[in-house]
């Protein structure tokens, strides 16, 4: 089964993640809100300390089974943010210009390089705000989809 909490604290923790995805997948991984390290780590040492194989079965799909509702709130938030972007208020770091503002003085050599990329792209720059608030929300978004499309869950 595949642990796409696993793979998100890998993809923040890999030496091509820039500042900004680190902050996005640490984001990500907050919003999670599950306890993932500490279930994981009590359903292992039951796991450990059992011999009993009816016992053992139970745990392992108990693990499995937090995995997956892990995998879900992932895809669920990265679907959100995908479908709906920052402006929709599912990203609660990003709901207030004060944490907008924060985000682009951060990333702000980041952000500039990922809008003349678009610009590169052919993408309709006339069409896009450039205000601070709308490119830290345009930034936020590209991460989200690169992580996405990194995870393999579209």
């Known amino acids: 089964m595949k642990n796409l909490y696993v793979e998100l604290i890998n993809l923040g923790l890999s030496v091509e993640s820039n500042s900004m995805k680190k902050e996005v997948v640490y984001d990500l991984i907050n919003e999670l809100d599950l306890n993932y390290d500490n279930v994981i780590s009590s359903i292992e040492t039951r796991i450990e300390n059992t011999e009993d194989s009816e016992e053992l079965d139970?745990?392992?799909?108990?693990?499995?089974?937090?995995?997956?509702?892990?995998?879900d709130e992932i895809k669920t938030n990265l679907d959100n943010i995908n479908k709906y972007g920052c402006i929709r208020g599912c990203v609660p770091s990003m709901a207030y210009y004060y944490d907008t503002d924060k985000f682009f003085d951060k990333h702000v050599d980041?952000?500039?390089?990922?809008?003349?990329?678009?610009?590169?792209?052919?993408?309709?720059?006339?069409?896009?705000?450039?205000?601070?608030?709308?490119?830290?929300w345009l930034a936020y978004e590209t991460i989200c989809r690169e992580i996405s499309d990194e995870l393999e869950i579209w």
């Open 58 to 71: 139970k745990l392992f799909e108990e693990k499995n089974d937090f995995i997956e509702v892990c995998n």
């Open 110 to 136: 980041i952000i500039l390089e990922l809008v003349n990329q678009l610009n590169y792209n052919d993408y309709p720059l006339e069409n896009l705000d450039f205000s601070r608030n709308s490119l830290s």
